[in-house]
């Protein structure tokens, strides 16, 4: 039915709407006005449908997102998604958010699928940055939002910092309306879809025509619409599976022209080419895991890893921080090997505690480029720690590109 009745609507506003959309998302009143969340194509039958827990054919559109599935994913208080980037730390878009500076207005919503569900984790938020070139013809609708206190034990999920995983399939998921004009959902849902590349994207008509090709990156179904975000997921994480078969991020809902119309992708934040910008403010901004700033410190000098042999290490020193690490340390590493599962990764402590990231296996397939997330809460911050790599078996052989550490 939602699809039949995009399909009568009109193909595209005329420039003059798509040139006011434009202005609106600059001043920051999209959120405002209509907050996203993910359009599941059959958005209604698939409400009903999970609801009843019937299995109907659905060959696109949105699923309700079971407990647990997404536990980085955020509702934010004024009607936006977002994803944990730290335990205290909140990606989100520029134009959900106010200016740069303290702000104790919002309530970010954490660990539920269920809006209802009394055991929800709430938190105020204190701080907000918003990116200083958004608005401007580089573009950059991300923010960040710093909590009132950190989320213990919270899962976050990485961004990617590098435009390989700007292809394929992605994930999308929020609350916001589940068909165009729809209220707002009470359950998590989440879909799929594909990447569109950034000159179909610009050519699908008048509202895409200034869209910002590296700074934004379009996805959804050109022949049939159907799936996609809406208004109320914006903010939240568009992501995929990483080399690791780990969740990274690529996208922040941003805009669209409508919801799930076909020849209407949704247009997202490209994060990769924000990555650095994301990284400093998070920096600058304390929350990295734990109270105070630490990192990222990264050592992006290659280091061979010999076949089948001794383990090699890679040193990072950590300066400038106080007191001990987070139990929820990140560590990103971006390795090129034709094997990866020969390999055993081990972060080693200033003190030479050693902790295992990645153990040797039968994964054949090739290059490493993921996040590891690891307990290192009795180290003291400040020292040389190591990567260290081991090649576990003979054949194949590869090298560290870089790798970077979050204390
Ligand atoms: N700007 C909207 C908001 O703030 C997000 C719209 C996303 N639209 C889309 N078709 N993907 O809620």
Redesign the pocket.
């Known amino acids: 039915m939602l699809l039949s009745r995009l399909r009568k609507s009109p193909a595209a506003p005329h420039r003059g709407t798509r040139s006011l959309s434009r202005l609106l ?1 600059s001043a920051g009143l ?2 405002m ?4 969340v993910i ?1 599941p194509a059959h958005s209604a039958s698939a409400k009903s449908t999970s609801a009843q827990g019937e299995p109907s054919p659905r060959v696109v559109g949105g699923t309700r997102a079971a407990l647990g599935e997404f536990p980085w994913m955020v509702r934010l208080s004024m ?2 998604g977002g994803a944990m980037y730290t335990n205290q730390l909140v990606l989100t ?1 520029a ?2 958010v106010g200016s740069t500076g303290n702000n104790s207005s919002i309530t970010a919503t954490v660990g539920v699928v269920d809006l209802q569900d009394s055991s929800a984790i709430k938190r105020q938020s204190t701080y907000i940055h918003r990116s200083p070139t958004y608005g401007t013809s580089t573009g950059g609708d991300w923010a960040l939002i710093k909590l009132a206190t950190p989320i213990t034990g919270v899962a976050t999920l990485p961004i990617a910092t590098t435009t390989a995983y700007n292809t394929g399939t992605f994930t999308v998921a929020g609350w ?1 309306a589940a068909s165009e004009g729809g209220p707002q959902e009470r359950y998590l849902l989440k879909a799929q879809v594909p990447y569109v590349d950034d000159v179909t994207c610009r050519d699908a008509g008048p509202y895409y025509s200034d869209l910002i090709f590296a700074a934004e990156l379009c996805a ?1 179904r050109m022949d049939v619409g159907g799936v ?8 939240g994480p568009m992501f995929r599976r990483d080399s690791a078969n780990a969740w990274i991020q690529v996208g922040i ?9 076909p020849s ?5 934040t490209e994060v990769s080419t924000f990555a650095s910008a994301i990284q400093a403010a998070a920096a600058s901004l304390g929350g990295g895991g734990g109270p105070g700033a630490c990192g990222p410190f990264t050592n992006a000098n290659n280091v061979n890893i010999p076949d089948a042999g001794a383990a090699v290490t890679s040193p990072v020193t950590v300066s400038g921080c106080t007191g001990t690490a987070s139990s929820s340390s990140q560590v990103a590493v971006d390795i090129k090997h034709p094997y990866r599962g020969d390999l055993v990764i081990d972060l080693l402590a200033p003190d030479g505690s050693s902790y295992r990231l990645k153990s040797a296996s039968g994964d054949s397939g090739d290059n490493i480029l993921t996040t590891y997330t690891t307990n290192v809460s009795s180290e003291t911050r400040n020292g040389t720690w190591r990567l260290q790599l081991r090649d576990a078996y003979s054949q194949d052989v590869g090298y560290l590109d870089s790798w970077s550490l979050t204390l």
Do not use: F, K, M
Request: charged share 15%; net charge negative; hydrophobic share 25%.
């Open positions: 998302r999209c959120a006005t209509a907050a996203l359009v009607g936006c878009a134009h959900c916001g959804g996609d975000t809406c208004q109320g997921d914006s903010g809902v941003s805009h669209g022209d409508g919801c799930a119309r209407a992708p949704g247009v997202y």
